[in-house]
Nanobody, 112 residues
């Protein structure tokens, strides 16, 4: 069993920055991949960024060059720079191990 807890969301002005954190606990060594998804009103949940145990990363085209995912043991981070109103969404931490795990989500709101 793995538990994921997100933090760092909030309200920020366009052009600003936020750093999201996800703390994984439980059987964390069973996790092979962690990432961030987001879901905005009227949109499907989408993969924002992912990182493997070995450090390989992947990004959605919409956030590439603005967001950076990183990890440190059971922690995964999403540094979000140059935020845009269209980045407004609930951001979910995700982990793949023996099964898929999800956090409760953290709201990111970017004002224009």
């Amino acid at each position: 069993q793995v538990q994921l807890v997100e933090s760092g969301g909030g309200l920020v002005q366009a052009g600003g920055s936020l750093r999201l954190s996800c703390a994984a606990s439980g059987s964390i060594f069973s996790i092979n991949l962690m990432g961030w998804y987001r879901q905005a009103p009227g949109k499907q949940r989408e993969l924002v960024a992912g990182i493997t145990r070995g450090g390989s990363t992947a990004y959605a085209d919409s956030v590439k060059d603005r967001f950076t995912i990183s990890r440190d043991n059971g922690m995964v981070y999403l540094q979000m720079n140059s935020l845009k109103p269209e980045d407004t969404a609930v951001y979910y931490c995700n982990a793949h191990g023996v099964r898929e795990y999800w956090g409760q989500g953290t709201q990111v709101t970017v004002s224009s």
